[in-house]
């Protein structure tokens, strides 16, 4: 189980087709998508990270589960009344779809804005929850 590929994955195949961009820990900057003629937006990226990983351990002594909590922060160059925002809101509606379609997750914390920064970006953080089994044959 490597959550942060999961993640990775779901994230490319819902954002790389309106030209959005999304990676681990920290912005990445591009200049095209590989096999791909869409266009990159400079506009909007997407960071997310693993808050959390708490191993529910048994008799064993073994890890049996793992309860991952990961944040996405969607990060967007405009104001909220901007008529491009709801594109905005509707890609975060298709990132949380995406992401419960895996039923290994839940969603833990719904959307919330990320407190200004000197970033000229604003930001809407989600939540999520992987709660799956580890095998240690793999």
Known sequence: MNVTAIMQQ???ETLLPFGVLSNHLRRVEADN???SQVKVNGDE???YKIVSNRP???GDGNAKTRRVYIDVNYYYLYEKHDPRYSGVDERLKAIKRAVLQ???FALANDESDIPDSNNPYRGVNIEFVYIGTVDYGK
């Open 56 to 58: 529910k351990t048994y």
């Open 33 to 35: 998508i590989a096999n």
């Open 10 to 12: 779901i994230l490319d």
């Open 45 to 47: 990226y997407v960071v």
């Open 102 to 104: 895996d039923p290994h």
